[in-house]
């Protein structure tokens, strides 16, 4: 079992749809949970990051996480072509596991 | 946010040949910064980790010898891929993170591509 796994894409969505992105992790101690965004060829950049448990939301996205279910989403509210990206799912107990990342597709 | 760079953004080179790599904190000095690689179409993959004035922590399966690191200041990492070959080509990121920020939030730079002929 991979330490961090993520919903196996490609993911192909709507303009103006609802992105729903899921991660799973294995290490309870985990701490830290990021969503990242990376363009073909770019580095990753930060989305968002949640530490407890519950709903935070920022612009159009919203991270959920549910430590006792060792469940981290990210939910992109009114998708946009220029969301099309590949999402990667972050996890940090001392050091930084990266899931596969999710390929997302909002088709306009 | 705090920025990262890295230079080269690309480097071609021949095998056998060695290649440096920097990473650079440019607002914010950092004690730990990390290396990863990317192949294509798949996840980051942790190579090491960069300690400021000691040794690097490698991960398992990674060859120290071949990937030198070398943390001279709290803003400069470097890793050098020794005896390049094709089979290290590959997408190569740093990333550190903020003492300051309060957060675990990693800051990476813009990446290395680098092929080996």
């Known amino acids: 079992q991979k330490e961090v796994e993520q919903n196996s894409g490609p993911l192909s969505v709507p303009e103006g749809a609802i992105a729903s992105l899921n991660c799973t992790y294995s290490?309870?101690?985990?701490?830290?949970f990021f969503w990242y965004r990376q363009y073909s060829g770019k580095s990753p950049e930060l989305i968002m990051f949640i530490y407890s448990n519950g709903d935070k939301e920022d612009g159009r996205f919203t991270a959920q996480l549910n430590k006792a279910s060792q469940y981290v989403s990210l939910l992109i509210r009114d998708s946009q072509p220029s969301d099309s990206a590949t999402y990667l799912c972050a996890v940090t107990a001392g050091k930084s596991t990266f899931g596969d990342g999710t390929t997302l597709t909002v088709k306009p | 946010g705090a920025v990262v760079s890295q230079h080269p953004s690309r480097v071609i080179c021949k095998s056998g040949t060695s290649v440096k790599i920097e990473c650079r904190s440019l607002d914010f000095q950092a004690t730990t910064m990390f290396w990863y690689r990317q192949f294509p179409k798949k996840s980051l993959m942790l190579m090491a980790t960069s300690n400021e004035g000691s040794k690097a922590t490698y991960e398992q399966g990674v060859e120290k010898d071949k990937f030198l690191i070398n943390h001279a200041s709290l803003t400069l990492s470097t890793l050098t891929v020794t005896s390049a070959h094709p089979e290290d080509s590959s997408f190569y990121i740093c990333?550190?993170?903020?003492?300051?920020?309060?957060?675990?939030?990693?800051?990476f730079g813009p990446g290395t591509r680098l092929t080996v002929l």
């Open positions: 290490d309870r101690g985990s701490q830290s």
């Open positions: 990333s550190a993170r903020d003492p300051g920020s309060g957060s675990n939030e990693q800051f």
